[in-house]
Protein backbone atom coordinates (compact mmCIF):
# COMPACT_ATOMS: atom_id res chain seq x y z
CA UNK A 1 0.00 0.00 0.00
CA UNK A 2 1.53 3.48 -0.91
CA UNK A 3 1.08 6.08 1.21
CA UNK A 4 -0.27 9.55 0.02
CA UNK A 5 2.57 12.15 -0.19
CA UNK A 6 1.52 15.23 2.56
CA UNK A 7 1.82 18.40 0.50
CA UNK A 8 4.88 20.49 0.59
CA UNK A 9 4.88 23.44 2.80
CA UNK A 10 7.40 25.43 0.46
CA UNK A 11 4.74 28.72 0.38
CA UNK A 12 4.35 29.05 3.98
CA UNK A 13 2.91 32.22 5.56
CA UNK A 14 3.27 33.58 1.80
CA UNK A 15 0.92 36.22 1.23
CA UNK A 16 -0.83 35.35 -2.08
CA UNK A 17 -3.53 37.44 -4.21
CA UNK A 18 -5.53 35.40 -6.83
CA UNK A 19 -7.60 37.41 -9.04
CA UNK A 20 -10.24 35.04 -10.77
CA UNK A 21 -10.56 32.62 -8.22
CA UNK A 22 -13.60 31.83 -8.23
CA UNK A 23 -13.60 28.94 -10.67
CA UNK A 24 -11.31 27.22 -13.38
CA UNK A 25 -7.59 27.23 -13.38
CA UNK A 26 -7.42 30.66 -10.61
CA UNK A 27 -9.39 28.07 -8.22
CA UNK A 28 -7.00 25.16 -8.39
CA UNK A 29 -4.24 27.17 -7.69
CA UNK A 30 -5.98 29.23 -4.61
CA UNK A 31 -6.63 25.51 -3.54
CA UNK A 32 -2.73 24.05 -3.99
CA UNK A 33 -1.48 27.34 -2.90
CA UNK A 34 -3.75 26.82 0.32
CA UNK A 35 -2.51 23.18 0.81
CA UNK A 36 1.16 24.62 0.31
CA UNK A 37 0.44 26.40 3.48
CA UNK A 38 0.24 29.96 1.83
CA UNK A 39 -2.12 32.63 3.36
CA UNK A 40 -4.54 33.53 0.49
CA UNK A 41 -6.77 36.79 -0.57
CA UNK A 42 -9.53 34.78 -3.11
CA UNK A 43 -10.18 37.83 -5.54
CA UNK A 44 -13.29 37.59 -8.04
CA UNK A 45 -16.10 39.88 -9.27
CA UNK A 46 -18.43 37.15 -7.84
CA UNK A 47 -17.95 35.17 -4.11
CA UNK A 48 -19.44 31.68 -5.44
CA UNK A 49 -18.32 29.77 -8.75
CA UNK A 50 -19.38 26.69 -10.47
CA UNK A 51 -22.90 24.85 -8.60
CA UNK A 52 -21.99 22.15 -6.74
CA UNK A 53 -18.60 22.90 -5.91
CA UNK A 54 -17.92 24.72 -2.46
CA UNK A 55 -16.74 28.05 -2.83
CA UNK A 56 -12.93 29.09 -2.60
CA UNK A 57 -12.61 31.45 -0.22
CA UNK A 58 -14.74 29.24 2.29
CA UNK A 59 -12.49 26.60 1.95
CA UNK A 60 -9.37 29.28 2.46
CA UNK A 61 -11.38 30.49 5.00
CA UNK A 62 -11.01 27.29 7.22
CA UNK A 63 -7.98 28.96 8.12
CA UNK A 64 -9.51 31.45 10.17
CA UNK A 65 -9.01 34.80 8.09
CA UNK A 66 -10.68 36.77 6.00
CA UNK A 67 -10.07 35.52 2.47
CA UNK A 68 -12.50 36.83 0.04
CA UNK A 69 -11.74 40.36 -1.51
CA UNK A 70 -14.89 41.59 -4.34
CA UNK A 71 -12.99 42.84 -7.04
CA UNK A 72 -13.41 44.04 -10.62
CA UNK A 73 -9.66 43.76 -11.71
CA UNK A 74 -10.35 46.38 -14.62
CA UNK A 75 -11.15 49.25 -11.37
CA UNK A 76 -7.72 51.04 -10.50
CA UNK A 77 -9.32 51.53 -7.12
CA UNK A 78 -10.47 48.54 -6.06
CA UNK A 79 -7.11 46.92 -7.32
CA UNK A 80 -5.53 48.82 -4.94
CA UNK A 81 -7.83 48.06 -2.07
CA UNK A 82 -7.50 44.68 -2.81
CA UNK A 83 -3.63 44.93 -2.60
CA UNK A 84 -4.23 46.82 0.94
CA UNK A 85 -6.77 44.18 2.08
CA UNK A 86 -3.79 41.57 1.59
CA UNK A 87 -1.59 44.11 3.66
CA UNK A 88 -3.97 44.59 6.42
CA UNK A 89 -4.91 41.07 7.08
CA UNK A 90 -1.50 39.33 6.58
CA UNK A 91 1.10 42.27 6.76
CA UNK A 92 2.74 41.79 3.40
CA UNK A 93 1.91 40.75 -0.35
CA UNK A 94 4.34 38.07 -1.58
CA UNK A 95 2.56 36.39 -4.36
CA UNK A 96 0.22 37.89 -7.47
CA UNK A 97 -1.41 35.81 -9.35
CA UNK A 98 -3.50 35.98 -12.63
CA UNK A 99 -3.71 39.81 -12.54
CA UNK A 100 -5.98 39.67 -15.51
CA UNK A 101 -8.59 37.58 -13.98
CA UNK A 102 -8.95 36.64 -18.08
CA UNK A 103 -11.99 36.17 -20.00
CA UNK A 104 -12.26 35.85 -23.57
CA UNK A 105 -15.78 36.09 -25.00
CA UNK A 106 -14.61 34.60 -28.54
CA UNK A 107 -13.94 31.37 -26.86
CA UNK A 108 -17.78 30.82 -26.70
CA UNK A 109 -19.41 33.37 -29.20
CA UNK A 110 -16.68 33.82 -31.97
CA UNK A 111 -17.97 36.32 -34.63
CA UNK A 112 -16.04 37.49 -37.85
CA UNK A 113 -14.75 40.81 -37.30
CA UNK A 114 -16.88 42.77 -39.31
CA UNK A 115 -20.09 41.36 -37.23
CA UNK A 116 -17.58 41.44 -33.63
CA UNK A 117 -19.21 43.95 -30.79
CA UNK A 118 -17.30 47.08 -29.84
CA UNK A 119 -18.78 46.80 -26.22
CA UNK A 120 -17.09 43.58 -26.16
CA UNK A 121 -13.94 44.87 -27.42
CA UNK A 122 -13.88 47.14 -24.65
CA UNK A 123 -14.28 45.21 -22.11
CA UNK A 124 -11.88 42.86 -23.49
CA UNK A 125 -9.41 45.74 -23.32
CA UNK A 126 -10.21 46.81 -19.47
CA UNK A 127 -10.06 43.07 -18.31
CA UNK A 128 -7.04 41.65 -19.91
CA UNK A 129 -5.12 44.78 -21.06
CA UNK A 130 -5.66 46.96 -18.55
CA UNK A 131 -6.24 44.33 -15.80
CA UNK A 132 -2.65 43.28 -16.12
CA UNK A 133 -1.13 46.61 -16.26
CA UNK A 134 -2.87 47.47 -13.05
CA UNK A 135 -1.95 44.48 -10.77
CA UNK A 136 1.59 44.58 -11.49
CA UNK A 137 1.74 49.28 -11.13
CA UNK A 138 0.28 48.26 -7.22
CA UNK A 139 1.64 44.85 -6.09
CA UNK A 140 5.46 46.11 -7.03
CA UNK A 141 5.13 49.53 -4.63
CA UNK A 142 3.93 46.75 -2.24
CA UNK A 143 6.75 44.87 -2.84
CA UNK A 144 9.69 47.14 -3.47
CA UNK A 145 8.87 48.05 0.55
CA UNK A 146 9.31 44.28 2.06
CA UNK A 147 12.38 42.96 2.95
CA UNK A 148 13.92 40.39 0.68
CA UNK A 149 12.74 36.59 1.19
CA UNK A 150 13.95 33.58 -0.11
CA UNK A 151 16.47 33.96 -2.56
CA UNK A 152 16.68 37.62 -2.28
CA UNK A 153 13.34 38.48 -4.08
CA UNK A 154 10.39 40.92 -2.80
CA UNK A 155 7.79 38.77 -4.57
CA UNK A 156 6.44 36.96 -7.64
CA UNK A 157 3.97 38.20 -10.05
CA UNK A 158 2.23 35.31 -12.21
CA UNK A 159 0.45 35.50 -15.14
CA UNK A 160 -1.50 33.16 -17.04
CA UNK A 161 -0.36 32.55 -20.87
CA UNK A 162 -2.31 30.21 -23.62
CA UNK A 163 -0.92 28.70 -26.40
CA UNK A 164 -3.18 30.68 -28.60
CA UNK A 165 -1.05 33.51 -28.30
CA UNK A 166 1.40 31.54 -30.77
CA UNK A 167 -0.38 28.66 -32.19
CA UNK A 168 -3.53 30.22 -32.74
CA UNK A 169 -7.13 28.85 -32.96
CA UNK A 170 -10.27 29.11 -35.38
CA UNK A 171 -12.23 31.74 -34.56
CA UNK A 172 -9.89 33.04 -32.07
CA UNK A 173 -8.64 35.46 -34.99
CA UNK A 174 -6.14 37.70 -33.41
CA UNK A 175 -7.66 40.59 -35.58
CA UNK A 176 -10.98 40.07 -33.35
CA UNK A 177 -9.71 41.27 -29.88
CA UNK A 178 -6.00 42.13 -30.30
CA UNK A 179 -6.49 42.49 -26.01
CA UNK A 180 -6.04 38.32 -26.53
CA UNK A 181 -2.73 38.41 -27.86
CA UNK A 182 -1.55 41.53 -26.00
CA UNK A 183 -2.83 39.93 -22.23
CA UNK A 184 -0.72 36.66 -23.20
CA UNK A 185 2.42 38.64 -24.39
CA UNK A 186 2.76 39.61 -20.63
N1 LIG B 1 -9.07 27.08 -19.33
C1 LIG B 1 -8.06 26.77 -20.13
O1 LIG B 1 -8.01 25.68 -20.74
C2 LIG B 1 -6.91 27.74 -20.34
C3 LIG B 1 -5.81 27.33 -21.08
C4 LIG B 1 -4.74 28.19 -21.26
C5 LIG B 1 -4.79 29.47 -20.72
N2 LIG B 1 -5.87 29.86 -20.03
C6 LIG B 1 -5.87 31.21 -19.49
O2 LIG B 1 -6.09 31.16 -18.08
C7 LIG B 1 -6.92 32.25 -17.70
C8 LIG B 1 -8.13 31.76 -16.93
O3 LIG B 1 -8.82 30.80 -17.63
P1 LIG B 1 -10.02 29.99 -16.94
O4 LIG B 1 -10.47 29.02 -17.94
O5 LIG B 1 -9.59 29.53 -15.59
O6 LIG B 1 -11.12 31.16 -16.74
P2 LIG B 1 -12.58 31.04 -16.14
O7 LIG B 1 -13.48 31.76 -17.11
O8 LIG B 1 -12.93 29.65 -15.75
O9 LIG B 1 -12.50 31.91 -14.79
C9 LIG B 1 -12.27 33.29 -14.84
C10 LIG B 1 -12.61 33.89 -13.47
O10 LIG B 1 -12.34 35.29 -13.55
C11 LIG B 1 -13.43 35.99 -12.96
N3 LIG B 1 -13.50 37.32 -13.57
C12 LIG B 1 -13.93 37.66 -14.80
N4 LIG B 1 -13.85 38.98 -14.99
C13 LIG B 1 -13.34 39.50 -13.85
C14 LIG B 1 -13.02 40.82 -13.44
N5 LIG B 1 -13.23 41.88 -14.23
N6 LIG B 1 -12.51 40.99 -12.21
C15 LIG B 1 -12.32 39.94 -11.37
N7 LIG B 1 -12.59 38.66 -11.70
C16 LIG B 1 -13.11 38.45 -12.94
C17 LIG B 1 -14.67 35.15 -13.21
O11 LIG B 1 -15.70 35.43 -12.29
C18 LIG B 1 -14.08 33.73 -13.07
O12 LIG B 1 -14.18 33.25 -11.73
C19 LIG B 1 -7.23 33.03 -18.96
O13 LIG B 1 -6.31 34.10 -19.06
C20 LIG B 1 -7.00 32.03 -20.07
O14 LIG B 1 -6.62 32.65 -21.27
C21 LIG B 1 -6.94 29.03 -19.82
Same mark, same amino acid.
Given at each position: ??????????????????????? /????? $????? &??????? !??????????????????? $???????? !???????????????????????????????????????????????????? $??????????????? /?????????????????????? !?????? $???????? /?? &????????????? &?
Amino acid at each position: MSATAAPSQRLLNRVAIVAGSCQ /GLERG $ICLQF &HLEGALL !ICADLRPNGLPGEEPTHEV $IQKQGRRA !IFKVDVSDSKQVQAMIAQAVEEYGALHMLVKNNAGICGEATAAKPIDEADED $IFDLHMMISVKGPFM /GPKYALRQMKKQEPIGRGDRGW !IINLSS $IVTSAGMR /GL &HKCHHPSYEIREA &H
